[in-house]
């Protein structure tokens, strides 16, 4: 019988988490409506929460030990915009891995669910 892989597993596992996030950070600093985000932050330990919180949410075998996920970003003023953006570079770091078009889009779908707690209300100009 064939198992189904989690994406965690189709990505390559704990092996391929921290070049994944290296090479998406490495894509959000060269953005200049993002980059400056993260002139504060600590990119070391930025890096290694986002493997945490990335290999849970894709369904590995890793809890998240990090701040709450609203707590971490609601000072940070994120637009939709912002979000979008960011979430863009994931979708394109991924094309380095052996993931169908549809499973890089479920990779985006699982972070989704985590955008009200990112993005601050009110600061996407209302249209
Ligand atoms: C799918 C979306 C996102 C996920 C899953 C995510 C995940 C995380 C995680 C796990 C942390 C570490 C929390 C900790 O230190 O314990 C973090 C911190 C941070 N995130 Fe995000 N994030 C997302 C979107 C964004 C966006 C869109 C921005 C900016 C445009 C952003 C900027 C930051 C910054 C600057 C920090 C560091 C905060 C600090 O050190 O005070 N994040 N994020």
Known sequence: MTQVQSLFERIGGADAMPS???????????????????????MEKLKRMQ????????????HYEGSPIRRAHSHLKISLANYQRFTQHLFAALAD???????????????????????????????
């Open 51 to 62: 493997v945490e919180f990335l290999s849970a949410a894709l369904g590995g075998p890793v």
């Open 20 to 42: 994944l996030v290296e090479q998406f950070y490495g894509r959000v600093l060269k953005d200049p409506e993002l980059k400056p985000f993260f002139a504060d932050a600590n």
């Open 97 to 127: 891995y052996k993931l169908s078009e549809q499973e890089c889009y479920d990779v985006i779908f699982r972070l989704d669910v985590h955008a009200n707690d990112i993005v601050t209300k009110g600061v996407d100009p209302v249209p």
